[in-house]
Every structure is written in structure tokens, then in C-alpha cells.
């Protein structure tokens, strides 16, 4: 079945710096990738929708100049969390489609981002 | 407005007995309803997929039903074991769009 590995599982980053978390399709192409963080005990919320090449889909009330999303392959994304605060600490949660919402919905395990 | 709602929003349950979560939905056009569990600290893992036309489908203890005419749908938990303490998490999808319930939590106690 559909595997996406999400790297890293849990990160720990002073105030200030950036983080980097990747999101990778192990054995399909995805052509689309979703972003969506998750605060505790509350359901994912959207971030952004990336396609492979192109610039990736904010949703509302998301700084695209803060969380930098890059879909450069069929499949790799990446979601770059700049200059993170401490209210930026949440969990991280990837999901890739093949052909935006067919069957092979797959979510990856999650990263747990700590800004201290 | 489309909408996903859940209930209960947490429920407990000894270990062996069986639970039923349930679904409603508002989103239209529906193209398929999918349930997820949710450990703590992980990412959502898929249980099962319904399109508009199928109105059961199971994987082991679990049990999804779907009524596309009413919008509702359930996820039953057959003898309920210690590692289903999770969140369960319904998503109905319009084609491309996703819409997710708020989840229900569900502890199995021993």
C-alpha cells in the first residue's frame, strides 16, 4: 500500500532558527501533498496544498513567508518552518494523493516541533 | 455550509465490549467518506474508504456503514481491545477537498 515517510519524527529548535521537515511518497507519485498541523486533542487543521512544480495553496490565516512549502519532485515536499517561535510548537502532519483525492490518501507519522 | 461532525466527542469502554462512533455531514458533492485512527503523537492511519455507492465496508473489528441519503455514518469497534484507545477521525471528500470531523477519543480500559 501507500507509504509516506515523514522526517523528522520530533525536533527540538531555539527560537529564531529554522526548521526543516520532509515529507517523502515511498512507493507512488504523488502529485499532490497536504499540509496540516495539529494542536492537542483537536482535529488537523489545513495548511497549505501543494503540486508537484508549482507554488503551493495557503489556507487563511497562514503566513506563506513563515512556513515555506517546496514540492519539487513527484515524490518530495517540504514544509520549512522560518525564524520558529515558541507558539509555532505543534504537531506537523503530511499527506500525499494521487491525482488530488483518489484512494491513495495516505497520511505520513507526524512531527512533534518544540521552539524553546 | 460543509460540515463534519462527531460524536460522542470521548467515550470509555472495557475492554471486549463493542462501541459504535458516529458521522454527519453536511459536504455535498460527496465523493467518498474515509475513517481514521489516530494514536497519540502519530499520524492518522486509514481504516476504511467508502464511495457513494457502498454502504458497508470492514476491516476486522471494524466496521464502517455509510447512508449517503440521511449523511450519516458509523464506525463500529468489535470486541474492543486495549490498543484501540485512540482518536478516530472521519474525513468526507468532495473530489480534491477534504473536510475532517473533530474526532471522538476513545479509552478502553481493562
Known amino acids: 500500500g501507500a507509504v509516506v515517510s515523514q522526517h523528522p519524527s520530533r525536533v527540538i529548535c531555539k527560537s529564531g532558527t529554522s526548521v526543516k521537515i520532509e515529507c517523502r511518497s515511498l512507493?507512488?507519485?504523488?502529485?499532490?501533498m497536504f499540509w496540516y498541523r495539529q494542536f492537542p486533542k483537536k482535529s488537523l487543521m489545513l495548511m497549505a496544498t501543494s503540486n508537484e512544480g508549482s507554488k503551493a495553496t495557503y489556507e487563511q490565516g497562514v503566513e506563506k513567508d513563515k512556513f515555506l512549502i517546496n514540492h519539487a519532485s513527484l515524490t518530495l515536499s517540504t514544509l520549512t518552518v522560518t525564524s520558529a517561535h515558541p507558539e509555532d510548537s505543534s504537531f506537523y502532519i503530511c499527506s500525499a494523493s494521487v491525482g488530488g483525492g483518489g484512494v491513495g490518501y495516505t497520511f505520513g507519522s507526524g512531527t512533534r516541533l518544540t521552539v524553546v | 455550509k460543509n460540515q463534519v461532525e462527531q460524536s460522542p466527542q470521548s467515550l470509555i469502554i472495557l475492554e471486549g465490549k463493542n462501541c459504535t462512533l458516529q458521522?454527519?455531514?453536511?459536504?455535498?458533492?460527496?465523493?467518498?467518506l474515509r475513517w481514521y485512527k489516530q494514536d497519540t503523537g502519530r499520524g492518522p492511519v486509514s481504516l476504511t474508504i467508502?464511495?457513494?455507492?457502498?454502504n458497508t465496508k470492514s476491516n476486522g473489528r471494524y466496521t464502517a456503514t455509510l447512508d449517503a441519503d440521511t449523511k450519516q455514518s458509523s464506525l463500529h469497534i468489535t470486541a474492543s481491545q486495549l490498543s484501540d484507545s485512540a482518536s478516530y477521525i472521519c474525513v468526507v471528500s468532495p473530489l480534491g477537498q477534504f473536510y475532517f470531523g473533530t474526532g471522538t477519543s476513545l479509552t478502553v480500559i481493562p
Open positions: 467508502m464511495t457513494f455507492s457502498e
Open positions: 512507493d507512488f507519485q504523488a502529485t499532490t
Open positions: 458521522c454527519n455531514y453536511t459536504v455535498s458533492p460527496f465523493s467518498n
